[in-house]
């Protein structure tokens, strides 16, 4: 029975990460990527 609480917590901090990421990733890409940084700089100057 204990290993079966060390496996539910490994597979908690794996999902959890994984939610993270799966949220995270989208936003750190866009921040990161090139021509949407220039995207974003244009449509500030315009408004």
Aim: avoid cysteine; charged fraction near 25%; aromatic fraction near 12%.
């Amino acid at each position: 029975m204990e290993w079966f609480k060390k496996l539910d917590s490994l597979f908690f901090i794996l999902g959890r990460s994984m939610l993270e990421l799966y949220i995270i990733g989208p936003r750190l890409s866009k921040v990161f990527d090139i021509t949407g940084g220039l995207l974003v700089l244009a449509t500030k100057d315009r408004n």
